[in-house]
T-cell receptor, first 114, second 112 residues
Framework: EPEVTQTPSHQVTQMGQEVILRCVPI?????FYWYRQILGQKVEFLVSFYNNEISEKSEIFDDQFSVERPDGSNFTLKIRSTKLEDSAMYFC????????????FGSGTQLSVL | GNSVTQMEGPVTLSEEAFLTINCTYT??????LFWYVQYPGEGLQLLLKATKADDKGSNKGFEATYRKETTSFHLEKGSVQVSDSAVYFCALSPSGTYKYIFGTGTRLKVLA
């Protein structure tokens, strides 16, 4: 089965630094997502992306966050100035068009902000 | 608003025991409901889904029935195996949207 690939698997950064989390969605998928999970808490929706623009975002996704699909294959999440509370597992997901299609998830990037 | 509540884990069972993981939801309209599973070191994978009231989703011996009257979508399996050890996530997608809302996940550990 095709896979969503995320890199790196672990990222350690200092508070205030910028980080970029990378994802390669499945090639014929059209919708892309970022979720995060703080240890022991819910898997939280951050943002969805379709047709080269954000289709929906949550309250968490403030001005410190941005997403980009720079080259038609990669899908990146940038955090401009990381905070301690940004420490979490970040999941990328993609899917085909149509409602009620299943999400394909990557295995996640564990971000630790020190 | 829309939300999903799952029973807290971890759930520890012996092989061949009966499994129930409870999930209730709050949503407007008629959401679609899902169970995803995450094995160690992997991403979440769709286990089963149901798109309307009284639908039963099933896969790999797991079942869940969409109960609108109790706003529930409990996951069941008659006889668990060690290989079922994983984290299970209940999720919903509000009607007419591309958004998915997940619960906290329930860790299942099956002992031989």
């Amino acid at each position: 089965e095709p896979e969503v690939t995320q890199t790196p698997s672990h990222q350690v950064t200092q508070m205030g630094q910028e980080v970029i989390l990378r994802c390669v969605p499945i090639s014929n998928h059209l919708y892309f997502y970022w979720y995060r999970q703080i240890l022991g808490q819910k898997v939280e929706f951050l943002v969805s992306f379709y047709n080269n623009e954000i289709s929906e975002k949550s309250e968490i996704f403030d001005d410190q966050f941005s997403v980009e699909r720079p080259d038609g294959s990669n899908f990146t999440l940038k955090i401009r100035s990381t905070k301690l509370e940004d420490s979490a597992m970040y999941f990328c997901a993609s899917r085909m068009t149509g409602f009620v299609e299943k999400l394909f998830f990557g295995s996640g990037t564990q971000l630790s902000v020190l | 608003g829309n939300s999903v509540t799952q029973m807290e884990g971890p759930v520890t069972l012996s092989e061949e025991a009966f499994l129930t993981i409870n999930c209730t939801y709050t949503a407007t309209g008629y959401p679609s409901l899902f169970w995803y599973v995450q094995y160690p070191g992997e991403g979440l994978q769709l286990l089963l889904k149901a798109t309307k009231a009284d639908d039963k989703g099933s896969n790999k011996g797991f079942e869940a029935t969409y109960r609108k009257e109790t706003t529930s979508f409990h996951l069941e399996k008659g006889s668990v195996q060690v290989s079922d050890s994983a984290v299970y996530f209940c999720a919903l997608s509000p009607s007419g949207t591309y958004k998915y809302i997940f619960g906290t996940g329930t860790r299942l550990k099956v002992l031989a």
